[in-house]
């Protein structure tokens, strides 16, 4: 049985570092594998799990900071659309590692596809942050899609949410956003999609979301199945080379939607996965 948490029981460092924990909040069976690994049989189907990251931070910067990297979603036009398994509130699910919704400081999107934007309002001090460029390729001046890539409800949520002063936007790659969190991009799941490393008491985690869909992807070395154009499958494989670099080791790589992160970190379980403890 694999060991979990994989980083444990070691000298906390000086710096900036956090305690991940991996939170499922809904489910789907029977998804096409095909529009997750470029040229997958197409009889086959692959379950999923809809994951928001919790971090919490300790350090120089980073104490006080609890940080979700993707919000998930609540609207219910998306629950009745896609018929979830297993489905709670992103802000109610991460009660399971003792964190209120108010007690988020920050959100770091890493695209603006409804499954990881949608619930960005449920958190209600948080500042939201992601790629200006995927921003702005997304959403308009009225608040309105730019791109059939973003729903109109969450471009509209978006907009109201950087009037109010709370979405920051991130100047491209290997940025740390908040000490600790670096956002990368490359993966061209989306205009701008991002992934990040986040520095931990043991290591570098490195949360891919759907730059990595399954851990199929990264052990086959195959691209994403849903790229921004065609031609972006050799970006995206480019982004999972650069994973392993960043990766303290490739076992600490998270995919965006592969239920067995909670097979192979199974502790402390009933949806939970620490990946990093305190």
Partial sequence: ?????LLTHAQAPAAAHYQIDGVRFAGFTGFPTRELVLHADSARRSDLAFIVWVLKGEGPGATGHTVLFDAGF?????????????FVRPSEAVAKVSVRPEDVTD???????WDH???????????????????????DDRGMPRDRGIDTADAAMLAKLNA??????????AKEVIPGITAYTGGRHTYASEYIGVRTAHGTVVLASDNLYMYENLAQHTPIAATFTRADSVSNLRAQDRMRQLASDPRLIL????????????????GVAEVAGP
Avoid at 255 to 270: K, V, Y
């Fill in 255 to 270: 995919p965006g939607h592969d239920p067995d992160i909670f097979t192979r970190f199974p502790t402390p379980g009933d």
């Fill in 107 to 113: 959100i770091i999107i890493s695209h603006v596809h």
């Fill in 117 to 139: 934007v949608d619930g960005a309002d449920l958190f209600p001090t948080a500042r939201v942050w992601l790629q200006r460029a995927e921003y702005e390729h997304y959403v």
């Fill in 1 to 5: 049985m694999a060991a979990s948490p």
């Fill in 74 to 86: 609540y609207r219910e036009k998306f629950i009745a659309s896609w018929k979830p398994t297993n």
């Fill in 164 to 173: 109010a002063g709370r979405v920051h936007l991130i100047d491209g790659d």
